[in-house]
Nanobody, 119 residues
Framework: QVQLVESGGGLVQAGGSLRLSCAAS????????MGWYRQVPGKQRELVAT???????NYADSVKGRFTISRDNAKNTVYLQMNSLKPEDTAVYYC?????????????WGQGTQVTVSS
């Protein structure tokens, strides 16, 4: 069983910054994949940024150069530093982690944290 606790969301003015954190707890030694997604009402959840266990990162084009994903493997925590925020970044942000047990893949989602960027 893996539990994810997200924090760091809130209200910020355009051009401001926020840092999201997602701490994973449970019996998993290492998560192969950790990432952030976001969703606005009426739209599909979309990828924001991901990071693998070896540190390889991937970003949505809309956030490249503004957001940075990082992870602390010792703490099983993934971070999302969001700079130069825009009103269109407003969404509920969800943490996602994935891991392997033998040849089976598993995943878990956080409860979501609201990010609101005012113009």
């Amino acid at each position: 069983q893996v539990q994810l606790v997200e924090s760091g969301g809130g209200l910020v003015q355009a051009g401001g910054s926020l840092r999201l954190s997602c701490a994973a707890s449970g019996s998993i030694f290492r998560f192969n994949f950790m990432g952030w997604y976001r969703q606005v009402p009426g739209k599909q959840r979309e990828l924001v940024a991901t990071i693998t266990s070896d540190g390889s990162t991937n970003y949505a084009d809309s956030v490249k150069g503004r957001f940075t994903i990082s992870r602390d493997n010792a703490k099983n925590t993934v971070y999302l530093q969001m700079n130069s925020l825009k009103p269109e970044d407003t969404a509920v942000y969800y943490c996602n982690v994935r891991w392997m047990v033998a040849v089976s893949a598993f995943g878990s989602w956080g409860q979501g944290t609201q990010v609101t960027v005012s113009s």
